[in-house]
């Protein structure tokens, strides 16, 4: 889902806050107001950019008069050298405003860039590829829209939005005699029907109990390949298979061949590298 303009600019305006709340002494004991800049928006690394709407509203927010000029849209590949935007202005908005939209940027973009090795990985199977939870604080929405930029897909945005099982709910059941079974079923009944049913296994005789009791998906967490095929088997076809945990770009590939139907993989967001970007100056 790609962020609202209202939902951007909330966002937006809490970074500027951060970096431009007191001001910036550096650019305003230097620069006139009256310079006009010229700027560009570089690439210095090759990837998938995402985040360019982003990058534009932190410019708008600092100085409404300032003109934005995208050269390249969310989803392209780029190369280094390449020029993705072009900004012109006052000179000493343009330098306020730098920080922020490049780290938004970069940022975007490391996350979209990574998705599209993922994808690429599994694009001979049937598998897709999902983001998580371990997302930046504050910027969950930003980053899970930068995962579909890349070509993967969305889990759950919150806590609210799907039923997902976990070792830790489990473990406090079980002090009370309580099971895999019985955590299905009692999802289901406190739970709409509407609302999906996700529970994580850590064996395939697991997965049978949660695929007899009907979990609408079950978890496979850091299962070997034989165990995860079994546990594939078990699912019948009718209820979905999601791989997890120790999932990397050198394994992600056998991981989809065992037959799942999703692979989620924290690291798209919680350990990516940022895209090497920058912004060049010149006056006018």
């Known amino acids: ?23 910036d002494i550096t650019t305003e004991a230097l620069i006139s107001p009256s310079v006009i800049g010229k700027a560009s928006l570089l690439m210095k690394s090759r990837g998938v950019l995402a985040g360019i709407q982003v990058a534009e509203m ?46 938004f940027l970069q940022r975007l973009s490391g996350v979209a860039t990574e998705t599209a090795k993922y994808v690429e990985a599994v694009s001979d199977t049937k598998a897709k590829i999902l ?29 609210g939005e799907q039923v997902l099982i976990k070792d830790n709910h489990l473990m406090v059941m079980w002090a009370s005699g309580m099971g895999v079974s019985d955590a299905v079923r009692k999802a289901r009944e406190n739970t709409p029907l509407t609302v999906t049913i996700e529970i994580e296994v850590e064996t ?11 979990a609408d998906i079950i978890l496979l967490d850091n299962m070997g390949l034989m165990d995860m095929r079994r546990a594939v088997k078990a699912a019948k076809g009718t209820t979905l298979t999601e791989a997890s945990g120790g999932i990397t770009l050198d394994n992600v590939g056998a991981v989809a061949k065992t037959g799942v139907d999703y692979i989620s993989v924290g690291a798209l967001t919680h350990s990516v590298k940022a895209l090497d970007i920058s912004l060049e100056i010149e006056l006018s």
Do not use: C, W
């Open 204 to 214: 395939p005789k697991e997965a049978q109990e949660a695929v007899a009791a009907g």
């Open 58 to 103: 932190t410019f708008e927010q600092v100085d409404s008069s300032i003109r934005f000029e995208r050269l390249v849209q969310d989803g392209m590949k780029v190369e280094p050298g390449d020029r993705v935007a072009s900004i012109t202005g006052k000179a000493a908005s343009i330098l306020k405003a730098e920080r922020v939209a490049l780290n």
């Open 131 to 159: 983001d998580t939870r371990k997302t930046t604080p504050g910027l969950r929405i930003f980053e899970k829209y930068a995962v579909k930029v890349g070509g993967g897909h969305n889990h759950r945005q919150n806590l």
């Open 1 to 23: 889902m790609k962020p609202s303009v209202s939902r951007i600019k909330s966002i937006v305006v809490k970074a500027l806050e951060e970096d431009l709340g007191q001001g």
